[in-house]
């Protein structure tokens, strides 16, 4: 026995100092965030971006900066998933802001939030980024003040993607353009989607689009105040006609009856790629990878240059430069230089980040590129058709997705759970609004 | 000087006669050592804890009594208020519904399985690394694979368990529907991972039960499966009782496998899963991103996962030393400890 | 038997015991062979916890079009698995074997002080009678109780003041020593350590430390083992905590892992290889750690 003590203690006690050792070593590692004080040019400085999921800032890319600007080393940390870097950032900012990167990357459906601590954040007016993006990309940016807090990178501007092989069973016509025009062209109305839609579900087993939720997400955005007046005070839920008006039309018989009663991004929602389980879904330009990675095998999908109801936008990022960094200017300059129409086009090319800058949209790089998997669609023109079709600013106040969330759960009791039919389910929306005691 | 027999009370004070003088020193030195030793033991946690775990109990305390918005920071001191206002959501009990319900589905089962398994590995088998190692498995098992395993069982309508019951010819589960159908899912997920993970702890203590109980029970007439129940648990009733209270405790705050049970992280579009921590981080960290009420929300959560522990911890010593009065050998270890307010000569 | 080399020529006198048991279990008795049922059941068990590792290889050997097609892509992993396995490494977001180094560090270190601090705090509580002693122990297992969700921010305004964000310290000093390893130590250092052996290396004039060392330390073995294997394999695999106070440039293993997902089309042929890397060190030490769970010879030492 004293043997296999000695041997068990020697090994953990070996075990021990070694640990503590490399504790030691590592403990050398270099502090991230960004070192010395410098806030003349020409000091070197190490700027920090932080960024989430693919912005398409490669390494290549970001020594470029370099080039023009040779004081600088920019280093990026990356976060996996936008909530990964959503709970890091709040986290952070909750603290006092101290270890945040020198650019933290956003996405939109955060500013409601932030927005109401822009003093946390630089403001980022300058001569230099004036009419870069369309309204809709800097107005959620800009506080009540008129600051604003962030640089628009890329956007998700709407379209439909369709399943050409299950619109060809159905006889509907298979090529983009005739789709386009067979759901109403520029002129597109919802009731005209909703309106083929019966057409195909009448000669098909599969259903016309995934998700209620998906399509009255669609038509919110349309709205310009859809649950606070622009001042931010809260539309009552109970008053609120025009938001009733959408939800009574999703969980109504006749769009119910289009419906695949899924949840989006629920395992269901995914498995039913493989199944047929829907001809057509509301398709930002990100949605391109989703369906890809969803559909393995099949062949049949394509996009058309068409949206229900004008434009619309769903998600699409931007970059800040929050107060308290030591090197906020150099910062704001390396922000401006990262979502300028050229480095975003580059992006765009790195990983399919559709740029938000007007004048990338003409960038012959852009528009001629193209989505092998969606039949070779000139994915650049149609989604810089849709970005430019977008004509409403939906104003989101620190509320929006409280109340948003009431009426989404409503929507899902009806459509994929079925636990409860459309008055009850509105009747829930309604206390579920009341107990957020606005 | 036998081990058993009694320590002369007190003899420290007056050294025994034919000891030289010089051993008063030591003895003072050992004295200390008795007496500070414990303390000693036992401060590492203690600094620990107050370095990094009173200032947060702490922190959450002051928020709760305050208006507290997570990136705004603070506002008014509002007593109470968030504490009302927490009775006052739907959501709140809905929440403890369905911890307790969850907690009630995972944490009895697990127990008993945990000591099963336990039991059967305690035995002479072939290969017992193998196999204490292979309970353990399902612990080392990353969340990411997890997720993407139960994700696939569970689904409501492509999932596997809902075709294998098609192929019986009964009707598929709403795993993410009915409230009871998700509790249910969700504590076999926690059940894979916790079992074996307790099976191992109730292993390690049933390894330090000496065999000469076993062999006395032998000779006594009694079977394996009386042997079990009047050596096996008695002995093991420290152990025993450690598993129902961590078991208590980490069944109250069961966050993640609700948090990945759908996309959302809501707990159901009727909330038929959301669970009391789950509600609080919710609270705090989405929607209102009301810090405060989340405040208030951990404070209750604590006081009711104490009072829980302690109805546990009660219930639990008195079913373990009701079944120590079977038949079999008693032997009595425990309850000695080396006393700081005397000396050994 | 007084003295610790009377003890521990008992206990060596109680293993050749247990030897001479070994030895007669054909004769029957408590150390005979278990029922062939006991090898099911526990194979069921065994089973149940290999199935998820299978699908996970299966899964890290197939390509993105196979596992959207079907549940189970391939019966048997193949060659692929190695090149995934590549791309883990060579991956491009992060730096593997940094991520390597600081999970191994961080858990090691984690593991080692947590069996140590716990085995004292343990031996204390269980053994030693001291004012206080009852209210503190309960005060330990208190600190349980606290839900963590909210902990994070007042945590990281902590790590802030200390300058040790980023920084592998603000992961492994929080968690240096825990409730749960100081309870369990003292619930099961109550169970397994005989009184009579502390007594007896006191009355031999040994210090409180050296008691704590050649005799309570070693009892706790099988209890310390399985300890340091729970606490590697949480820090192993702890997700959150590091990834708010440690970036991509410096990652754990899990957060590196999880980049592999970082992009709109995720290729869960990749992030299962990265899973399977991640988890292959834990078997190793699995292997290692199963052997100290062996013990029964201590609890017989005065008894004989």
């Known amino acids: 026995m004293r043997k296999t003590t000695r041997k068990f203690l020697a090994a953990t006690a070996g075990v021990a100092s070694i640990a503590l050792l490399a504790t030691a070593c590592s403990s050398d590692d270099p502090k991230p965030a960004s070192t010395g004080d410098a806030t003349k040019d020409s000091k070197p400085i190490t700027l920090t971006v932080a960024t989430f999921n693919n912005f398409g800032y490669t390494d290549e890319l970001l020594a470029e900066y370099t080039k023009t600007h040779p004081n600088v080393t920019v ?304 994915v650049g023109t149609i989604f810089g058709n849709r970005y430019k079709a977008i004509k409403v600013t939906p104003f989101k106040g620190p509320n929006y997705f409280s109340i948003h969330q009431t009426v989404g759960d409503a929507i899902t009791k009806v459509d994929v759970d079925k636990s409860a039919d459309s008055a009850a389910a509105w009747q829930g929306a309604l206390d579920a609004f009341n107990a957020l005691g606005l | 000087m036998s081990v058993q027999s009694p320590v002369e009370p007190e003899s420290d004070l007056a050294p025994a006669p034919r000891q030289p003088r010089r051993v008063g020193f030591s003895q003072t030195l050992s004295r200390w050592d008795v007496k500070v030793s414990p303390y000693l033991y036992i401060s590492p946690f203690f600094i620990l804890f107050f370095i990094t775990g009173l200032f947060p109990i702490l922190y959450t305390g002051y928020v709760s009594v305050h208006k507290w918005q997570l990136l705004q920071g603070q506002g008014d001191f509002v007593g109470f208020d968030n504490y009302v206002d927490v009775f006052k959501q739907k959501d709140f009990w809905l929440s403890l519904r369905n911890t307790l319900s969850i907690f009630v589905i995972s944490a009895v089962p697990q127990v008993i399985a945990a000591i099963l398994i336990a039991a059967f590995l305690d035995q002479n088998l072939r290969a017992k690394t193998f196999w204490r190692m292979g309970v353990l498995l399902p612990y080392v098992v990353a969340p990411v694979a997890v997720g993407l395993i139960f994700g696939r ?193 | 038997m007084n003295s610790i080399p009377a003890i521990e020529q008992s206990a060596g006198r109680g293993a050749a015991r247990a030897a001479a048991r070994r030895t007669n279990r054909k004769v029957g008795g408590y150390d005979r062979r278990p029922h062939f049922l006991n090898y099911v059941l526990l194979g069921i068990v065994v089973l149940i916890g290999i199935l998820p590792i299978y699908y996970t290889l299966v899964i890290g050997s197939s390509d993105p079009v196979a596992i959207a097609q079907k549940a189970l892509p391939q019966v048997f992993p193949d060659a692929s698995l190695f090149d995934n396995f590549k791309r883990v490494i060579d991956a491009d977001a992060f730096s593997f074997w940094k991520a390597v180094w600081n999970s191994v560090v961080i858990a090691v270190v984690v593991s080692a002080s947590t069996v140590l601090f716990s085995t004292l705090a343990g031996f204390a509580f269980a053994k030693l009678r001291f004012p206080g002693r009852r209210g503190l122990l309960v005060f330990v297992i208190a600190t349980m109780a606290i839900p963590t969700q909210l902990g994070v921010v007042p945590m990281y305004i902590i790590m802030t003041k200390l300058g040790w964000i980023g920084h592998l310290q603000s992961i492994i000093v929080p968690a240096l020593v825990g409730a749960f390893g100081v309870f369990w130590m003292t619930q099961y250092l109550e169970e397994a350590l005989p009184y009579e ?108």
């Open chain 1, 75 to 378: 280093k990026q940390t990356v976060a996996a998933k936008s909530e990964d870097a959503r709970t890091n950032l709040t986290t952070k900012l909750a603290a006092g802001g101290a270890g945040l990167a020198d650019v933290e990357a956003i996405e939109i459906d955060w500013l409601p939030e932030l927005i109401q601590s822009s003093d946390k954040f630089l403001d980022l007016n300058s001569d230099e980024v004036e009419g870069r993006w369309l309204e809709f990309k800097t107005k959620p940016a800009t506080a009540a003040d008129g600051k604003l807090i962030g640089y628009g990178t890329d956007v998700g501007p709407e379209a439909i993607c369709y399943r050409s092989d299950l619109f060809e069973a159905a006889g509907l016509p298979t090529d983009p353009a005739e789709v386009a025009e067979l759901l109403g062209g520029d002129g597109a109305t919802w009731d005209k989607y909703f309106e083929v839609g019966k057409t195909f579900v009448d000669k098909s087993e599969s259903a016309w689009f995934d998700s209620a939720n998906a399509i009255y997400q669609g038509m919110v955005n349309q709205l310009e105040a859809a649950y606070e007046n622009t001042d931010g005070t809260p539309i009552p839920l109970a008053e609120n006609d025009q938001v009733k008006g959408l939800y009574e039309t999703v969980t109504g018989a006749q769009v119910q009856e289009l419906s695949a009663h899924l949840g989006q991004w629920s395992e269901d929602w995914t498995a039913s790629f493989q199944k047929n389980g829907f001809a057509t879904m509301l398709c930002p330009a990100w949605m391109t990878g989703p369906i890809e990675q969803n559909s393995g095998g099949i062949t049949g999908w394509n996009i058309a240059d068409v949206f229900p109801g004008g434009g619309g936008n769903w998600g699409g990022s931007y970059l800040t430069v929050p107060a308290a960094g030591a090197n906020a200017e150099a910062a704001k300059e390396l922000a401006a230089w990262l979502t300028s129409p050229e480095i975003q086009v580059k992006a765009f090319l790195n990983a399919g980040t559709f740029p938000s800058q007007t004048e990338a949209l003409t960038d012959p790089a852009l528009t001629d590129a193209k989505n092998d998997f969606f039949n070779n669609a000139p």
């Open chain 2, 153 to 345: 069982l569970f689904a409501d309508q492509s999932g596997l368990i809902n075709a294998w019951l098609g192929a019986f010819g009964i009707d598929p589960v709403r795993w993410h529907v009915d409230p009871l159908a998700s509790h249910i899912a969700i504590a076999t997920m926690v059940n894979f991972r916790w079992t074996g993970y307790n099976a191992l702890i109730f292993l390690a203590a049933m390894q330090a039960v000496p065999r000469e109980l076993y062999e006395a029970a032998i000779i006594d007439g009694a079977g394996r499966v009386r042997s079990f129940f009047s050596v096996t648990i008695p002995q093991i009733r420290a152990t025993v009782l450690f598993v129902v209270i961590t078991s208590t405790i980490g069944g109250l705050q069961i966050f993640d496998e609700p948090r990945v049970f759908d996309s959302a992280g809501a707990g159901g579009a009727s909330r038929q899963w959301l669970t009391t921590t789950l509600y609080l981080y919710n609270t705090g960290w989405s929607g209102q991103y009301n810090l405060g009420r989340a405040a208030a929300i951990a404070w209750l959560l604590f006081v009711l996962i104490l009072v829980i522990g302690l109805v546990n911890f009660a219930l639990t010593q008195r079913i373990a030393s009701g079944s120590s009065s079977g038949p079999g050998k008693k032997v009595k270890r425990q309850s000695k400890r080396y006393d700081s307010n005397r000396t050994s000569a």
């Open chain 3, 197 to 304: 052996l502390i007594e007896a290396a006191r009355v031999d004039g040994a210090s409180m430390f050296r008691t704590f060392w050649s005799i309570a330390l070693p009892a706790a073995r099988p209890a310390a083992a399985m300890l340091a294997l729970f606490t590697f394999v949480a820090q192993w695999v702890n997700f959150f905590w590091p990834s708010i106070v440690l970036n991509s440039q410096n990652p754990t293993l899990p957060l590196a892992i999880r980049l592999l997902q970082q992009n709109y089309f995720v290729d869960y042929s990749l992030i299962m290889a990265g899973v399977f890397l991640m988890t292959l060190p834990l078997l190793v030490l699995f292997a290692f750690a199963g052997r100290q769970l062996v013990a029964g010879i201590m609890a017989g030492a005065v008894k004989g």
